[in-house]
């Protein structure tokens, strides 16, 4: 007999296959289904996420400061393995790391949303909260995603199913997005809302000429592209904002995407700024995103 | 007036452009020019690449233990910044981490292979000891990579640059594939050659049912699509080969995959093996590369 727990029957609504397994091992998590997930995590409401597991602790400790929540000395402790992926849970924000790229991202995605309807959890965000080439862009300056368009400059995330390309719509919320801009304009954030590009690589993808290989394209080549997209409305490149608005739209969760700008790409390739201004750039993102936590939560700074 | 480091110089045979610059920052590793990279990495004749920065420790300890290198109690000091990827030193051996997925590994791959470069190293080969979903392959065994094929099942990698598609020829190295299957052959692990599938997801791309979303497929299609990869001569799928080959190849890099399968996607989905059996899977596929290196370096065991 096969003993169907009730949370993989709420999760079925959304994928019918999962009523077929007694337990779902969220492998890359290292969390399943024989966990008490409800206590866990049945109060998420925002699913916040950069690229390294520095970053999500960073930013978790950041969410526990601004929600009064006391933090060890020893430091917050990760939910699950942290062999691939870091997981923090601060009150109601998960604070997680995707890695790099869109096939990494959508691992996590997949995971952290299932784990989030085992939960029980309802009415859940994503913000990805990262770092990016600006287009235009000074470095430090905010940039708060009205749209994700490709390497193609389309307005769509490819993936390959069974063998064949699908096309999926990379969309927005547009409330969240307009929460964020309406916060920044009303914070000493310098923000910009622009259409974000992602890629699937950080050298060639992004018009680099500094990879390890010689480019098919040349200088010219390269700063018409720029210009050609920074025309379209690009003002920044990064590697996953198209799969967390894909996999959202499909899953219907409200998502949206703010970067900070860590270089202008108009004026090179190089990521020269010091580690001290990478974290400057880096907290302007993450401090957005909590004064628009605050002020949902209806939380006084 | 700019100073040419004699480095940049030797590296411009590949990439013209890298003679413009200064200082060449290889920012997700963390090291730069201007530090002694001949020094520090002039000697490296292997780079060993996995998943995960745990992976890329264990691997560099096995290394060392089978070198005769002496490993500190506190265990092995990553070289560089850790936040993204991991790299460990030991002898003539690289153990490194390059994240999930192609976009991850691209960035790696560009920077370890200036950095190479730079540091005057040469007859360099690259090797990916990774974990896989096996195809008709029972979980543990080993499976050395003769081929890839993208998700479509064809042997191409295709990249995005400057907006335009490049299919490259995923090709691995003949003579490196074939002395990994001699020396598997004459040791007691249990290896199979066969073709891989590297894909952009873990989910979807790969067929399965037990993702977040309502698959766009059926199980009967799933099956379908697994068996027709089988009789293609796929034996296993997992997400960075093909941009090792693809990459390789341009870069004139030997280049080869070793991973264990730690399913049998025939029969099933889900990853339910117990910590214990993955570490023994995992040792499998990199006691088999230090069985390789040993022998080309004249070490006796």
């Known amino acids: 007999m096969s003993i169907k727990h009730p949370e993989i029957e709420r999760e079925s609504q959304q994928n019918p296959h999962l009523v077929n397994l007694e337990v779902d091992y969220l492998y890359h998590l290292g969390l399943d289904t024989s966990m008490d997930l409800p206590s866990m995590f049945g109060d998420v409401k925002y699913v916040c996420m950069g690229g390294s597991p520095e970053r999500a602790e ?31 849970k601060v009150g109601p924000i998960i604070s997680l790391s995707h890695g790099i790229g ?44 009205t749209n994700v368009v490709d390497g193609k400059l389309n307005p769509v995330h490819e993936v ?28 000493d954030i310098s923000a910009t809302a622009g259409t974000t590009m992602s890629t699937d690589s950080f050298y060639a993808a992004q018009g680099r000429l500094d990879g390890a290989l010689n480019p098919r394209y040349t200088e010219t080549e390269k700063m018409d592209f720029l210009q050609l997209a920074y025309d379209k409305g690009v003002r920044n490149i990064e590697m996953e ?25 108009l004026d090179g390739d190089q990521v020269g700024s010091t580690i001290e201004e990478l974290e400057q750039f880096s907290d302007n993102a993450q401090q957005l995103v909590l004064n628009l936590i605050s002020k949902e939560l209806n939380l006084t700074d």
Chains 1, 2 share one sequence.
Do not use: W
């Open 102 to 145: 869109m096939p990494s991202a959508s691992i996590v995605l997949h995971e952290v949303t299932k784990l989030l309807r085992y939960a029980g959890s309802t009415d859940f965000k994503y913000i990805r909260i990262g770092t990016s080439g600006g287009v235009g862009v000074d470095p430090g300056e905010v940039v708060v995603s």
């Open 58 to 88: 960073q930013f978790a400790i950041k969410a526990a400061e601004r929600l009064g929540i006391s933090v060890p000395e020893e430091g917050l402790e990760p939910v699950g393995k942290t062999e691939r992926y870091s997981l923090y």
């Open 160 to 187: 390959v199913e069974l063998g064949k390309s699908v096309e999926l719509d990379t969309a927005l919320d547009s409330n969240l997005v307009q929460s964020l801009l309406t916060i920044a304009s009303e914070s």
């Open 241 to 265: 904002a198209a799969i967390i608005g894909a996999f959202c739209r499909e899953a219907g969760i409200p998502a949206a995407v703010v970067c900070a700008a860590i270089l202008n790409r």
